[in-house]
């Protein structure tokens, strides 16, 4: 028997941050997040995203839809970083933006690779993916490099 070393191979740290909580209307948006693709879901009548997904378009009442990719590419419209209480599974409070996606709807996320005090209104943002418990991943931002 041999006495484990520092050069032994260390397996990398879980995520902390909690698995999403899948609905039976989001599961497609989850699924594929899992496997690193932005979708959003469009009336297949009047090609009006729907956001959060749901089964029947507000716009023209039609039940018809269809799963899109999106460009993952945005603009923060707004953000605060919560310190009270502290967010449960992260070990600093993170960013939480309103992100105005270009195809013209808004989704709350995460912004990364940022100070807070660098955050400004129109700021040009990616998506980008973070792990989770139970081995899924969310899409989150990051600042367009230049
Ligand atoms: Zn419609």
């Given amino acids: 028997m041999t006495a484990p070393t520092d050069s032994a191979p260390t397996a990398p740290a879980k995520p902390?941050?909690?698995a999403p909580i899948v609905t039976l209307d989001a599961k497609f948006f989850w699924d594929a997040a899992d496997q690193?693709?932005?979708v959003g879901e469009r009336c297949a009548e009047c090609r009006q995203f729907r956001f959060p997904p749901r089964p029947?378009?507000?716009n023209c009442h039609s039940v018809k839809r269809?799963?899109?990719q999106l460009s993952?590419?945005?603009t923060v419209y707004t953000w605060i970083q919560p310190r009270h209480p502290t967010p449960f599974g992260f070990k600093e409070p993170p960013i939480v933006a309103t992100v105005e996606l270009e195809e013209g709807y808004r989704l709350v996320s995460n912004l990364y690779d940022i100070a807070l005090e660098e955050v400004k209104p129109g700021l040009?943002?990616?998506?980008f993916f973070a792990?989770?418990?139970g081995n899924?991943?969310?899409p989150v931002f990051r600042p367009v490099k230049k």
């Fill in 66 to 68: 269809e799963t899109v």
């Fill in 131 to 133: 792990p989770t418990a």
């Fill in 136 to 138: 899924h991943q969310v």
């Fill in 124 to 127: 040009p943002v990616e998506v």
């Fill in 72 to 74: 993952g590419r945005g």
């Fill in 36 to 38: 690193g693709q932005f």
């Fill in 16 to 18: 902390t941050r909690l």
């Fill in 56 to 58: 029947m378009c507000p």
